[in-house]
C-alpha cells in the first residue's frame, strides 16, 4: 500500500482469538476421543465381541485409517460441491442420526440367540467419518 491509502478496517465481529481458541479447543477435545476410543477399542473388540488379537488389531487399523482420510474426503465434498455450512450441516445430522442408532442396534455380546453386533460396527465407522 505504496500509495498512502489508509488500510481497511477490519470488522471487530469476525474471527480474532475467540475463533482460534475456538478451533484450538475443538482440535484438542477431537484428540482426546480419538485416543480415548482408539485405546479401548481393542479391548472391546477382544472382550465382549470375542475376536482375535489379530483380526481386532486390523480393525483396529481399519478405523483408525477411516478415521485419518475421512476429513480430507468431507473437506473435498464441502469445497467443491456442498459448501461449508451444509456439509456441516450434513454431518452433523448425519452424526447425531447414527449415534441415536447405536440405541436400536443390538447387544455388544454376541449370541445365537441374537442378531449380529455388525450395526453397532458399522456406526462405530460411520461415526468416525
Same mark, same amino acid.
Given at each position: 500500500?505504496?500509495?498512502?491509502?489508509?488500510?481497511?478496517?477490519?470488522?471487530?465481529?469476525?474471527?480474532?482469538?475467540?475463533?482460534?481458541?475456538?478451533?484450538?479447543?475443538?482440535?484438542?477435545?477431537?484428540?482426546?476421543?480419538?485416543? /480415548? =476410543?482408539?485405546?479401548?477399542?481393542? *479391548?472391546? !473388540?477382544?472382550? #465382549? @465381541?470375542?475376536?482375535?488379537? +489379530? &483380526?481386532?488389531?486390523? /480393525? =483396529?487399523?481399519?478405523?483408525?485409517? *477411516?478415521? !485419518?482420510?475421512? #476429513? @480430507?474426503?468431507?473437506?473435498? +465434498? &464441502?469445497?467443491?460441491?456442498?459448501?461449508?455450512?451444509?456439509?456441516?450441516?450434513?454431518?452433523?445430522?448425519?452424526?447425531?442420526?447414527?449415534? +441415536?442408532?447405536?440405541?436400536?442396534?443390538?447387544?455388544?455380546?454376541?449370541?445365537?440367540?441374537?442378531?449380529?453386533?455388525?450395526?453397532?460396527?458399522?456406526?462405530?465407522?460411520?461415526?468416525?467419518?
Amino acid at each position: 500500500m505504496e500509495s498512502g491509502e489508509p488500510l481497511p478496517r477490519r470488522d471487530g465481529r469476525r474471527g480474532g482469538w475467540r475463533a482460534a481458541l475456538f478451533i484450538v479447543a475443538v482440535g484438542f477435545l477431537e484428540r482426546i476421543g480419538f485416543t /480415548g =476410543v482408539g485405546g479401548n477399542l481393542i *479391548t472391546y !473388540l477382544t472382550g #465382549p @465381541l470375542g475376536m482375535s488379537t +489379530a &483380526a481386532a488389531a486390523a /480393525g =483396529v487399523n481399519a478405523w483408525s485409517g *477411516t478415521v !485419518l482420510v475421512l #476429513p @480430507l474426503v468431507g473437506a473435498l +465434498a &464441502a469445497d467443491s460441491r456442498l459448501g461449508r455450512y451444509r456439509a456441516v450441516l450434513i454431518a452433523g445430522v448425519l452424526y447425531l442420526l447414527v449415534s +441415536a442408532s447405536t440405541n436400536f442396534a443390538p447387544s455388544p455380546v454376541p449370541s445365537i440367540f441374537r442378531a449380529s453386533s455388525m450395526p453397532r460396527l458399522d456406526s462405530l465407522a460411520i461415526i468416525a467419518r
